[in-house]
């Protein structure tokens, strides 16, 4: 098995600003729930599958919106989401 790779000495710097990014994100006030979905829609818009995966596993075990998660594989993202909730689910409420 080979060593997993090492972000912190590969490019330091990239890893001190995304440790940074990381760290706002987590003392930003934003609920952890939509944290993980963010995350999840970024992993999609990113292409990977691994991520994905992780990402659905941690929501669909903390939180009970599966709805949402349904309809964030087909959603297209609207730049006009009107309140935060709809920002930050980046899903239009169907209930």
Do not use: W
């Not at 080979?2 to 706002?24: D, G, M, Q, T």
């Amino acid at each position: 098995m080979h060593p997993r790779f090492n972000f912190a000495k590969a490019s330091p710097e990239s890893y001190k600003a995304v440790s940074a990014l990381e760290n706002f994100v987590q003392t930003c006030g934003l609920e952890r729930r939509f944290i993980h979905l963010i995350k999840l829609r970024a992993s999609q818009i990113n292409g990977c599958a691994y991520c994905v995966d992780i990402h659905v596993l941690i929501v669909r075990f903390c939180y009970t919106f599966f709805n949402i998660l349904d309809a964030m594989q087909v959603h297209e993202v609207k730049s006009n989401a009107a309140d935060q909730r709809q920002q930050s689910l980046l899903v239009h409420p169907y209930q």
